[in-house]
């Protein structure tokens, strides 16, 4: 029964929501300059925790990865990143609520 406890944070699904919100109007952003010089830099922006994390990993000498070129790999970084954020909404949510509780015990509040 622990295992689904992690998925009931309303803080990471807030960070989730914000940042699918952020997705969506970046690439409606995206369609709007389409062609322009730097029409893509928001989206890259988006998925960066992604691309680092994929530089760390190949450690930057896979000549096959050169960043996010193609849609596919722009998705599974947003994808990546959205599950990032919500292991860290999650995370702040627990401390935040346990901070809360023990402040809570401390000054004589109610059980």
Not at 25 to 51: C, H, M, V
Request: aromatic fraction near 18%.
């Amino acid at each position: 029964m622990a295992e689904h406890r992690m998925l009931k944070h309303w803080t990471g699904w807030l960070c989730v929501g914000l940042y699918a919100a952020m997705v969506v109007l970046t690439y409606i952003d995206y369609l709007r300059n389409k062609g322009n010089w730097f029409s893509d830099l928001g989206l890259q922006i988006l998925a960066l925790p992604y691309e680092l994390f994929m530089r760390l990993v190949t450690l930057n000498f896979s000549y096959y990865y050169v960043g996010i070129m193609n849609p596919f790999e722009l998705c599974v970084g947003f994808l990546f990143t959205a599950v990032l954020l919500y292991f860290i909404g999650a995370l702040v949510g627990s401390g935040g609520r346990s901070v809360f509780q023990t402040l809570r015990s401390i000054l004589g509040g109610h059980n």
